[in-house]
T-cell receptor, first 114, second 112 residues
Framework: GEDVEQSLFLSVREGDSSVINCTYT??????LYWYKQEPGAGLQLLTY?????DMKQDQRLTVLLNKKDKHLSLRIADTQTGDSAIYFC??????????????FGKGTKLSVKP | KAGVTQTPRYLIKTRGQQVTLSCSPI?????VSWYQQTPGQGLQFLFE???????NKGNFPGRFSGRQFSNSRSEMNVSTLELGDSALYLC???????????FGPGTRLTVT
């Protein structure tokens, strides 16, 4: 069935770049997403990429998509302590040809050390 | 624009009771989805409503139900609560740009 996998933890130093990786299984996914969740909060949509794109850049965020390998990554440049959170990768499951629900990974906990 | 709002934010119930959670989508958004988040299972899709019709449903027992009103506000109901229903319940809305999905802060349900 559909599955999204991510590593569970990542620790970086403030000012370094962070790279969070994700693999997915549904080759018909149209959109892939990155969400951020801070403690006690809901999910914040960070960015998304359409499946016919290879890369998308949005300020400090760069998303890379390798559709052949079904691999998605999120790079955060100049990581700050405020970036410490859990980052979720998600694919939009195609349900009967229409855009269905999101399938989420378990989340990567990013810890940023000063 | 105001974001997705959910009420209540926190709820404590006992086993066997029922609970109703409410979600108001972003103004103009007609699609509302519900997700359950637990430490063990992660984020799992419950159901999606569009124009008062359930369009899609996840793999949850019939104790979980929902509905959507003509103003797009949605409620979900869990009957005969079990300890395992303790979770953060997240609501999300989509508008015309249907690929952009925005989440509310969630309702933290604790079943004792």
């Amino acid at each position: 069935g559909e599955d999204v996998e991510q590593s569970l933890f990542l620790s970086v130093r403030e000012g370094d770049s962070s790279v969070i990786n994700c693999t997915y299984t549904d080759s018909s996914s149209t959109y892939l997403y990155w969400y951020k969740q801070e403690p006690g909060a809901g999910l914040q949509l960070l960015t998304y990429i359409f499946s016919n794109m290879d890369m998308k850049q949005d300020q400090r965020l760069t998303v890379l998509l390798n559709k052949k390998d079904k691999h998605l990554s999120l790079r955060i440049a100049d990581t700050q302590t405020g970036d410490s959170a859990i980052y979720f990768c998600a694919e939009r499951y195609n349900y009967g040809g229409s855009q269905g629900n999101l399938i989420f990974g378990k989340g990567t906990k990013l810890s940023v050390k000063p | 624009k105001a974001g997705v709002t959910q009420t209540p934010r926190y709820l404590i119930k006992t086993r066997g009771q029922q609970v109703t959670l409410s979600c108001s989508p972003i103004s103009g958004h007609r699609s509302v989805s519900w997700y359950q988040q637990t430490p063990g299972q992660g984020l799992q899709f419950l159901f999606e409503y569009f124009s008062e019709t359930q369009r899609n449903k996840g793999n949850f027992p019939g104790r979980f139900s929902g509905r959507q009103f003509s103003n797009s506000r949605s409620e979900m109901n869990v009957s005969t609560l079990e300890l395992g229903d303790s979770a953060l319940y997240l609501c999300a809305s989509r508008g015309r740009a249907r690929y952009e999905q925005y989440f509310g802060p969630g309702t933290r349900l604790t079943v004792t």
